[in-house]
């Protein structure tokens, strides 16, 4: 297995695989309603049996190279990740994601993170765009977005049933050309 420093703070990337569901299911209740004011994670992930069905999902995802799921640990517990919840190397396209226990909140992590997980899709994989889907109320997801360079591309008006009640979701994405001249200065 490997492991990515985030930085000077001990914090790491790895990936998140199906023998951690244990650990994944922890970590969930930790932040269960924390991460669920904005994704349906928590109501996905709520045994040890869907935990592990989730990370199933996504080890299989990756094995036909469709999608990808990282854990970001902090000082050795897992706080949170990051993910491609599509990836779409024949055209080019991924879509990011993230989640984060309350704990973690603040510190920069989930946008360094991305860095790395969008760096290695274009870099690496050739991709030429990376979207990025958020609720018009998570403002913190929206500032990542900003963070990593991405441009705003606009609203779609009550797409999203959670919990009983339609939201808005704001569309942001970052293409190749853009991620490398960010990056150059």
């Not at 990740?81 to 599509?86: A, P």
């Not at 024949?90 to 309350?102: D, M």
């Not at 946008?111 to 274009?122: E, G, L």
């Not at 009983?164 to 994405?173: L, N």
């Amino acid at each position: 297995m490997f492991a990515i420093s985030l930085g000077d703070d001990g914090a790491e990337l790895r990936p998140l695989e199906p023998w951690q569901a244990e650990e994944f299911l922890t970590h969930m209740d930790r932040g269960r309603e924390f991460v669920g004011q904005h994704i349906g994670l928590p109501d996905v992930v709520a045994d040890l049996d869907s935990a592990r069905a989730y990370l199933t999902s996504y080890a299989e995802k990756a094995a036909s190279d469709t999608g990808r799921l990282y854990g970001i640990w902090s000082e050795g517990t897992l706080v949170g990740g990051v993910l491609f919840r599509t990836f779409d190397a024949a055209n080019g396209t991924a879509e990011a994601g993230c989640w984060l226990e309350p704990s973690a909140a603040g510190k920069g992590l989930i946008t360094r993170a991305c860095r790395v997980i969008i760096d290695w899709a274009i870099e690496e994989r050739g991709l030429h765009r990376v979207d990025w889907y958020a609720s018009t109320k998570n403002l913190p997801s929206i500032a990542v977005a900003r963070r990593l360079g991405m441009t705003k591309e606009g609203v779609l008006r009550e797409n999203y049933l959670y919990r009983g009640s339609r939201s808005d979701t704001e569309i942001w994405s970052v293409l190749a050309p853009e991620w490398r001249a960010a990056k150059a200065s």
